[in-house]
C-alpha cells in the first residue's frame, strides 16, 4: 500500500527545532547530496580537511584529526570512538567501525557496563568494501583490502585480501605491481 503523499506546507511550525523549509531542505541534502562538492563540503561541516570525504549519513563521532588526507567515509558509515583512517583510505557503504565494548556483569547478569575502549587504526592506502565491520582493539595493514560483509576481529598484515566471517587472509597485493595473488588451497 502506498503512503499518503503529504505535502511539506501541511507541516506548520517548527519541526526538530527548525523551520519546515529547513527541514525539508537538510532532508533532501542528508538523502540527496551524494557528489563530490557535497562530499567534501559535509566533512568540512563535521570538522574533517585535508580533501577528505564523507557521503550522505555518515555518523562520525571520532576525534577531529583522525582522518587522514584524501579518505572517505560512504554512505551510511558509523566510525565511534577511538577510531584513527590513514591516508587515502577508502571505507565503503554501511561499514561499522565502532570501538567500544561492553562488558558482562556476572552479579547482574547482563552486559551491563562500558568496557574499556581499544582504538580501531585503518592503515594507509586500505579499501574496506561495503558492509565490512572492524570490532574494537583491531589494526587494519597498510593497503588492505577488505571484501564487502568482511568482519575483522584481528590485527591484519600490511597488503592483506582479507574475506569472512571472521576475517581471514585470502590473498594479498603486489605493492610492485598492484596484482592480487590469492591463497592456493
Known amino acids: 500500500?502506498?503512503?499518503?503523499?503529504?505535502?511539506?506546507?501541511?507541516?506548520?511550525?517548527p519541526v526538530c527545532g527548525i523551520s519546515a523549509e529547513?527541514?525539508?531542505?537538510?532532508?533532501?541534502?542528508?538523502?540527496?547530496?551524494?557528489?563530490?562538492?557535497?562530499?567534501?563540503?559535509?566533512?568540512?561541516?563535521?570538522?574533517?580537511?585535508?580533501?577528505?570525504t564523507v557521503s550522505p549519513g555518515a555518523v562520525i563521532r571520532i576525534g577531529?584529526?583522525?582522518?587522514?588526507?584524501g579518505s572517505h567515509i560512504g554512505l551510511n558509515c558509523y566510525l565511534n570512538g577511538d577510531v584513527r583512517v590513514g591516508k587515502h583510505v577508502l571505507i565503503g557503504?554501511?561499514?561499522?567501525?565502532?570501538a567500544g565494548n561492553h562488558?558482562?556483569?556476572?552479579?547482574k547478569d547482563y552486559f551491563a557496563a562500558r568496557d574499556q575502549?581499544?582504538?580501531i587504526i585503518i592503515g594507509d592506502g586500505s579499501w574496506l568494501a561495503s558492509g565490512v565491520t572492524v570490532t574494537n582493539g583491531v589494526t587494519i595493514g597498510k593497503c588492505n583490502l577488505i571484501c564487502a560483509n568482511t568482519?575483522?576481529?584481528?590485527?591484519?598484515?600490511?597488503?592483506?585480501?582479507?574475506?569472512?566471517?571472521?576475517?581471514?587472509?585470502?590473498?594479498?597485493?603486489?605493492?610492485?605491481?598492484?596484482?592480487?595473488?590469492?591463497?592456493?588451497?
Open 1 to 13: 500500500m502506498a503512503r499518503p503523499e503529504l505535502p511539506v506546507d501541511d507541516l506548520e511550525g
Open 22 to 52: 529547513e527541514f525539508r531542505n537538510i532532508t533532501l541534502y542528508l538523502n540527496k547530496g551524494d557528489n563530490l562538492q557535497d562530499d567534501y563540503r559535509r566533512a568540512r561541516i563535521m570538522g574533517f580537511g585535508n580533501k577528505v
Open 64 to 69: 577531529d584529526n583522525d582522518i587522514g588526507e
Open 93 to 98: 557503504p554501511m561499514c561499522s567501525l565502532p
Open 103 to 107: 562488558k558482562f556483569d556476572p552479579e
Open 117 to 119: 575502549s581499544l582504538s
Open 151 to 185: 568482519v575483522v576481529t584481528h590485527d591484519t598484515p600490511d597488503y592483506a585480501i582479507m574475506a569472512g566471517t571472521p576475517a581471514k587472509q585470502i590473498g594479498r597485493i603486489d605493492p610492485e605491481t598492484g596484482e592480487y595473488i590469492w591463497e592456493k588451497k
